[in-house]
């Protein structure tokens, strides 16, 4: 225990007690600070704030470490599969055989969709946007499962803990089928999870479609490496939602809306976007380097930069290297990719990027595995979501037991208009 701070304000001085963690990060408690002093602090994004103490996973965005639960996100990569790292994040230790083997069955038959809940598919346009059909059919999961809801019966989170997971790849898959007017294709319980999810978006009614063993392996990777990331936005949304006590599914939904934006999981498409532009425009890398830099543009490089990491994302690096290993197999080449690995070059030479220790994040390229799977730029968010699931549930989990939990309800300082007379609409100029 580390003697506690001094804080002194005008003639009081004030003591906050100093948290460390198992990795030596060493936080203020300001917890009573506002009952002791009146203040409270300002920290907006919260750049500074530790919003809980958490043991799921652990971040050094100085070092470009990311560990889940210990073990570094690098041999989770290398030795589990996406259902095994799900395990791990959301009970805390690897699973023995018998409990993986039990929570794959009870995943792979939790699959498919209640038949009315096709019925939403039928009420959105064609090209509405994956991600809000994402967020809306998982919010619409607690109208049918509303004997599971209750946050506090650990066997109803347990079951809806793995409808969720068993079930977001076939909502997923049913909105890409959705937007493209084929008819969708039930999930096939024989077939592992990410096999099971590439069936169900491409595979049709009249003709075979074989699972390229490849692509698997890419999207195992791509779901592992986004599982989880400690106290993101979309995260911490989840926190945030069920901190009053709602339901997974509605903490979840939150949480999928959260990651939709372009400065979070959006990234992965708009980096896409981006790189298409930057090739359209006859691929002058330089030219966007020199725009990104200039803040009038209001242009930014998508997929590089992070608000933690000031280091090479380390996720980045094994996207990178799953990305050589695919297109070389494939005997692939695809400009977007040397676009990418171009402008990361220029980009990591220039001194406003290095002094602002601005790096590729997950996002720069992961888009190119995906295009090279096919699976189109409107599904990357909705696959970063899959794999960011293990993550939100674990973190939902960890809140519901902890008994510090407190409703999220931040303050704020106050700096619009003083108490003034109201004046009736007659007599307003
Ligand atoms: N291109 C150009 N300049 C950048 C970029 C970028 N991609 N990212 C940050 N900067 C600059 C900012 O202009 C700022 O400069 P200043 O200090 O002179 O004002 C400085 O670097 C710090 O940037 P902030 O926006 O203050 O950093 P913040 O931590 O708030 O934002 C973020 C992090 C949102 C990721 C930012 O780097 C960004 O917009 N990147 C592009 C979008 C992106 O790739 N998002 C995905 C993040 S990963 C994920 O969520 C999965």
């Keep these: 225990m580390s003697s506690p701070a001094k804080l002194r304000y005008g003639d009081k001085e004030f003591e906050l007690p100093v948290v460390v963690g198992t990795e ?17 602090t300002l920290d907006e994004g919260y750049v500074n704030t530790g919003a809980v103490a958490s043991s799921i996973t652990f971040l050094d965005g100085e070092a470009g470490i990311l560990r889940y639960r210990g073990y570094p996100v690098e041999v989770v990569a290398d030795q589990c599969d996406f259902l095994e790292t799900s395990y791990l994040l959301i009970y805390g230790t690897l ?25 939403f598919y039928n009420g959105v346009p064609r090209d509405a946007h994956p991600m809000a059909i994402l967020s809306s059919v998982v919010g619409a999961l607690s109208t049918f499962y509303q ?4 946050p506090h019966d650990s066997r109803q989170v347990e079951i809806s803990i793995h409808r969720l997971l068993a079930k977001l790849p076939t909502i997923a898959a049913y909105s890409f089928k959705k937007s493209v007017g084929q008819p969708f294709i039930y999930p096939r319980n024989n077939l592992p999870y990410c096999e099971n999810f590439l069936h169900m978006m491409f595979a049709v009614p009249c003709e075979d ?3 390229d063993p490849d692509f698997v392996r890419a ?28 339901n997974l599914f509605a903490s979840i ?7 939709w934006g372009p400065l979070h999981g959006g990234a992965n498409e708009a980096c896409v976007n981006m790189l298409e532009q930057i090739i359209a425009d006859g691929g002058d890398v330089k030219k966007y380097v020199a725009m990104a830099k200039d803040k009038k543009s209001g242009f930014r490089l998508m997929g590089f930069g992070h608000r933690v990491y000031k280091n090479y994302d380390p996720r980045a690096k094994l996207i990178k290297h799953q990305c050589d290993r695919l297109l070389a197999k494939l005997s692939l080449k695809d400009p977007l990719f040397d676009v990418a690995q171009e402008l990361e070059q220029v980009a990591l030479s220039d001194p406003y990027f290095i002094e602002k220790k601005l790096y590729p994040n997950v996002d720069f390229y ?12 409107q599904m990357f968010t909705v696959l970063f979501a899959m794999g960011r699931l293990p993550g939100w549930i674990a973190h939902w989990v960890e809140m519901q037991r902890s008994e510090t939990t407190r409703i999220c309800r931040p303050r704020q300082v106050y700096v619009g208009e003083k108490l003034r007379p109201f004046v009736s609409v007659k007599d307003r100029g």
């Design 24 to 40: 030596n990060e060493t936080a203020l408690d300001i917890s009573k600070l506002r009952a002791e002093s009146g203040l409270i």
């Design 366 to 377: 992961s888009g190119v595995i995906y295009r090279a799977i096919g699976i189109p730029v």
């Design 147 to 150: 004997d599971s809801l209750n």
């Design 209 to 211: 479609y074989e699972v």
């Design 219 to 246: 999207l195992e990777l791509l779901l592992i490496v986004h599982a989880d990331h400690e106290q993101n936005c979309s995260t911490s949304t989840v926190r945030m939602v069920g901190s009053s006590n709602a």
């Design 95 to 119: 699973p023995t055989q018998k409990q993986l083997e039990e929570f794959r069955c009870s995943i792979q038959h939790h699959t498919m969709l209640h038949e009315d809940m096709k019925s």
């Design 253 to 259: 939904s939150a949480g999928i809306c959260a990651l």
